[in-house]
């Protein structure tokens, strides 16, 4: 069954909204999860990489004001787009390590935004 | 720059047919190489290589990692339609702790 879940699936919001997307590890502990965004027929970019604890690690060209990334438990990792443009709309993927950040991950279900 | 390429991009074969795909990289500190399958969402896990001339196999599926040569295959044999998805590659790569992708091979198998 699944290990990692994101929170939703999909979503559509306008223009200068701001969205949340959860993802949780369901039957481990993570202190390490990464965010990344999938565009089409495109691979998975990192964006940034969420510590417990402590601040997000973000990826060059990846405004930290603009995505929002909040650890809050060893279970949960938050990703915030704040005042979304159309350009935002993508898919968004989570993953979380078992075992420490070397060892296999494993990707959330991911969560298409579409931004209006 | 760290950097993994994979090919070919696209392929498309026949039903039972074996294919190969390529990975190779040039990173600065190599930790692990991970192969995922993506179908219609998230990328699901098929291997993980660390050590060279090792290969792993999982049914119709075998990967092998060259650390000297700085690449690794993934191997379907006898394919099936429901191996269509694509495959990415990806180098796990140590100190910055992160995964880099490759951009993916997208496998068509027609019956």
């Known amino acids: 069954g699944a290990v990692v879940s994101q929170h939703p699936s999909w979503v559509i919001c306008k223009s200068g909204t701001s969205v949340k997307i959860e993802c949780r590890s369901l039957d481990f502990q993570a202190t390490t999860m990464f965010w990344y965004r999938q565009f089409p027929k495109q691979s998975l970019m990192l964006m940034a990489t969420?510590?417990?604890?402590?601040?997000?690690?973000?990826e060059q060209g990846v405004e930290k004001d603009k995505f929002l990334i909040n650890h809050a438990s060893l279970t949960l990792s938050t990703l915030t787009v704040t005042s979304a443009h159309p350009e935002d709309s993508s898919f968004y993927i989570c993953s979380a390590p078992r075992q420490g950040p070397s060892y296999e991950q494993y990707f959330g279900p991911g969560t298409r935004l579409t931004v209006t | 720059e760290d950097k993994v390429v994979q090919s070919p991009l696209s392929l498309v074969v026949h039903e039972g047919d074996t294919v190969t795909l390529n990975c190779s990289y040039e990173?600065?500190?190599?930790?692990?190489l991970l192969w995922y399958k993506q179908e219609k969402k998230a990328p699901t896990f098929l291997f993980m290589l660390?050590?060279?001339?090792i290969e792993k196999k999982s049914g119709r599926l075998s990967s092998i990692l060259d650390k000297k040569e700085l690449f690794s295959i993934l191997n379907i044999t006898a394919t099936q339609t429901g191996d269509s998805a694509v495959y990415l590659c990806a180098v796990f790569i140590q100190g910055a702790q992160k995964l880099v992708f490759g951009q993916g091979t997208r496998l068509t198998i027609n019956p």
């Open positions: 969420s510590n417990e604890g402590s601040k997000a690690t973000y």
């Open positions: 660390t050590s060279s001339g």
């Open positions: 990173v600065t500190n190599f930790r692990s």
